[in-house]
């Protein structure tokens, strides 16, 4: 799911070019950037600040709302303390790495101090292979790695 630093080697050029073709977001500390459980089809890339990644919930609770699917109802758990977490700083690449479907997060992600990150859609995805190649080989490179 994560990868650390993973854009290490890139100069401050390539940086530039990533922030400049996805779509960049601000986030104050404390705030949720996506939650466990969410379908997303975002990769992030943290290029400022640092980000937690873990689970709010120490187990869930499923109740079958008939045709409407389901609900997970410890998610509204007052006292759901973060579980499982570690800290990522710039470089660090989040979200769930087949990002060509949606898929569900299997962890929560929330800044720890005020943080900028690129979010990048499939769509811009294919935009940064075009227009960028090097960039687009690093991140898929670190995508198809085994998680460390």
């Known amino acids: ?3 650390k630093a993973f854009m290490g080697q890139l100069g401050e050029k390539e940086w ?4 400049q073709t996805g779509s960049p977001l601000h986030v104050h500390g404390g705030e949720v950037i996506f939650e466990e459980g969410e379908e997303d089809e975002h990769i992030y890339v943290v290029l400022k600040g640092k980000v ?3 689970r ?3 187990k869930h609770q ?3 709302m008939g045709p409407y699917g389901e609900v997970d109802m410890a998610a509204d758990d007052p006292g759901a303390a973060w579980k499982d977490h570690i800290t990522l700083g710039r470089g660090s690449l989040l979200g769930e790495m087949d990002f060509h479907l949606p898929a569900s997060h299997t962890l929560s992600a929330q800044a720890v101090e005020e943080s900028d990150l690129v979010e990048l859609s499939p769509r811009q995805m294919a935009q940064l292979k ?3 190649p090097q960039i687009y080989r ?3 490179m670190v995508m ?3 998680a460390q």
């Open 52 to 54: 937690a990644l873990g």
């Open 1 to 3: 799911m994560t990868r």
């Open 130 to 132: 075009q227009t960028y």
């Open 62 to 64: 499923w109740l079958t």
């Open 138 to 140: 690093r991140l898929a």
């Open 144 to 146: 198809t790695a085994p």
């Open 56 to 58: 709010t919930k120490a």
């Open 16 to 19: 530039e070019a990533l922030a």
